[in-house]
T-cell receptor, first 113, second 116 residues
């Protein structure tokens, strides 16, 4: 069964304090791993897609990496505006080009000034 | 484009009443997804459509739930009768083969449903 586990559930950081969020996954044939950001009262917003082990992508203070079993979202020198829930999702090859993103429950990040 | 549009944003209803949630996908997207989000279970796929045809409804919890997509620009999720355990945030998302594999789905802002 496809499964996504994110840790920690919640993370509190001081502004400028770098850290990493973890996403462990089990899927038969990974098509892609997605990272989303969700602000309160809003829908998830796309950040990155990773396709194969060893791949990395960056956007501002965020860098996502992928291995065969997990993905990390590294946050460098975070700012209060980075506070949000970060969601990880996987898509299996057997679902075709668009079928069924399986989501983790997310990590709620709070960055204090 | 205005993005994926959902209505209403909030819905409070009494147990046993019928509830209809609405979604307008992004123009040109031929996939539409309905997800439900709760604290306990996170985001769960309920059903998805391709070219207005339901492809997988295995996530629909019970016969009380039904979804339709009469045309490419409109979909509804109906709960009849509603129960307190249906309280959740319901998201609609859309995608296409051209963008989805690289950018995932585009989500609406959700409908927060409370059944009392």
């Amino acid at each position: 069964e496809d499964q996504v586990t994110q840790s920690p559930e919640a993370l509190r950081l001081q502004e400028g304090e770098s850290s990493s969020l973890n996403c462990s996954y089990t899927v038969s044939g990974l098509r892609g791993l997605f990272w989303y950001r969700q602000d309160p009262g809003k829908g998830p917003e796309f950040l990155f897609t990773l396709y194969s082990a060893g791949e990395e992508k960056e956007k501002e203070r965020l860098k996502a990496t992928l291995t065969k079993k997990e993905s990390f979202l590294h946050i460098t020198a975070p700012k209060p505006e980075d506070s949000a829930t970060y969601l990880c999702a996987v898509q299996a090859e057997r679902w075709g080009s668009q079928g069924n993103l399986i989501f983790g429950k997310g990590t709620k990040l709070s960055v204090k000034p | 484009d205005a993005g994926v549009i959902q209505s209403p944003r909030h819905e409070v209803t009494e147990m046993g009443q019928e509830v209809t949630l609405r979604c307008k996908p992004i123009s040109g997207h031929d996939y539409l997804f309905w997800y439900r989000q709760t604290m306990m279970r996170g985001l769960e796929l309920l059903i998805y459509f391709n070219n207005n045809v339901p492809i997988d409804d295995s996530g629909m919890p019970e016969d009380r739930f039904s979804a339709k997509m009469p045309n490419a620009s409109f979909s509804t999720l109906k709960i009849q009768p509603s129960e307190p355990r249906d309280s959740a945030v319901y998201f609609c998302a859309s995608s296409s083969d051209e963008v989805g594999v690289h950018y995932g789905y585009t989500f609406g802002s959700g409908t927060r449903l409370t059944v009392v």
